[in-house]
């Protein structure tokens, strides 16, 4: 029986198309792509998502209505075998864009009956991996949480989801690199031959 050809969602949150986190995510889905798996990108950057009005109609519906660009997106996620997902970190966060992602996208990805918390809308089957890249320099990164708290907040909103995390990418000290070093592209890679 041969491999299973999956739906892999590439989404970068950086205003930097060709930066490094864009790259990183690049060599991801080029690997995933050379296995066989159908490939796409989309960059938030590019979309119209408003921010969230705190309705919570997406909550018992499913789905959002203000009629932007998330809906579509929010389809594509929750479509998608494995999501790729790149970010920067700002702040030891993610960048608003993606934060205002996340904002919108719960009633896609999660319910909310009356007094029961979250309860996922996704499947365990469905993989998610995390890219993100710091100006900090490593241990800097780690002991101040800068990467790690970026990494949290996209975490959160797969795990809260029902997704498995695959693997994620860091990239620390980003304001001295000319080049990602050879072990990060490869780690980038590998995570993409593993989809």
């Known amino acids: 029986m041969g491999k299973m050809v999956k ?5 970068l949150g950086s205003p930097r198309r060709h930066g490094k986190v864009g790259t990183l995510l ?3 889905l080029e690997e995933a792509a050379a296995g066989g798996h159908t ?6 950057y590019d979309l119209d998502i408003r921010y969230c009005r705190g309705c919570m109609a997406c909550r018992s519906a499913g789905r959002c209505g203000m009629g932007d660009d ?6 594509k996620i929750t479509a998608a ?3 790729v997902l790149a970010a920067p970190t700002y702040w030891a966060n993610v960048p608003a864009i993606v934060k205002n992602l996340f904002d919108r996208i719960v009633g896609y990805v999660a319910e909310s009956p009356k007094g029961r918390g979250l ?3 996704l499947s365990r089957n469905q993989e998610y991996v995390l890219i993100t890249a710091c100006t900090s320099p490593s241990p800097v990164n780690v002991l101040f949480r800068q990467s790690s708290g970026a990494l949290r907040s996209m975490d959160m909103v797969f795990r809260a989801a029902g997704m498995r995390r695959r693997g994620t990418v ?5 304001r001295d690199l000319e080049q990602i070093p050879a072990r990060i592209v490869a780690q980038a890679r590998r995570l993409g031959r593993m989809i």
């Open 7 to 11: 739906n892999v969602l590439g989404i």
């Open 26 to 28: 690049d060599k991801v």
């Open 39 to 44: 490939v796409e990108l989309v960059h938030l």
């Open 70 to 75: 998330l809906d579509p997106l929010a389809r």
């Open 81 to 83: 075998d494995v999501v």
């Open 119 to 121: 309860r996922p809308r």
């Open 170 to 174: 860091t990239l620390a000290g980003t």
